[in-house]
């Protein structure tokens, strides 16, 4: 690694900050009174669902680490009957399909979901990326195990209440005047100041950063099948930009792209960069594949690009994600 990067990483570092047990990291500049401040934004009856649909066209596709989630249904329409057709056959589950509808009109549809915890719109856990053998305030990488991470995982988020706070939208896309940013385009510390500018708003301790990059509207247009390239060769957040997260005290951000940063390798030769500053060394927890499109529509259209944010996690014992439906309320 850099010596620019390593000189960054140390600069950023918030080991220790809330103590030597936190396990929040940045979203300990969610106080009490930014909560109930953010809160007080939902001011004319407007919301909107920032998450893309939960289904099997998911960025992630069939194969792989991670792959686009199955949709799976145990009772249907079709299975109105069911008891009476089985007969008493295959045990139990028969009998309960049978005492289900012999005891009145009621019936059922059920479905399951088969995912890995990231293959939607989601949060990482602090715990989802580390590097040198340690994840965020020096836990070590033994904290993970098959049964689970141990330490800075997302329940630890859900339990305290989860994310919510003031959410501003940075529209970097608009803000260069095209629909989508070039594949490996880079947005720097000194664009997201200039589009802050621009759009008329001041990033505040604690708020919940959402830049829009136009990646994801270009990927459902292209398709699961064609969207391939345009996975790889998203655009993002320059690692530079840790620095600006961490001076202007953000408790987390989010972007409508894969992996909020580009997903080849930084100009370090490095791959994940801004993951191992933001998750690993500051405590940010980072938010991928979140829909920005309508938010953004109405924000250009008021000028108002500061919201109230709820986005919490689901209690994953010992999870390194979770996918979430994000709410923007104006």
Known sequence: MSEEWRTLADR???????????????LNHITADALAGAATLATQGKSFSLAIPLDGDSPMGPHGLRRAP??????DGGDESLGNRLQGFGGYAAREAEALEQTGPFRANDDWILMPLQSSTQWDALCHGYYEGQMYNGVPASAST??????????????????????????VARHRGVAHLEPQSVVTAQELDAVATAQGVTIHTGDIVLVRTGWWPRYAELGVGNGVE??????????????WLHDHDIAAIACDNVAVEPTMPADNGLILTLHML??????????????????????????????????????????TGSPINPIAFK
């Open 230 to 243: 345009w996975q790889m060769g998203s655009p993002g957040l320059d690692w530079r930009a840790a620095e």
């Open 12 to 26: 950023v570092r918030n080991w220790g900050r809330w103590g030597e047990h936190d396990q929040l990291g940045c």
């Open 278 to 319: 933001t998750l690993r060394d500051m405590g940010l927890m980072l938010g991928e594949l979140w829909d920005l499109e309508v938010l953004a529509t109405d924000c250009a259209a008021d000028g108002i690009y500061e919201f109230f944010l709820t986005a919490p996690p689901l209690r994953v014992t010992g999870g």
């Open 70 to 75: 199955v949709h799976l249904m145990s009772l």
């Open 146 to 171: 098959s049964l689970g991470v141990t330490r800075n995982a997302i329940d630890t988020v859900a339990a305290a209440g989860g994310v919510a706070g003031r959410g501003v939208l940075l529209d």
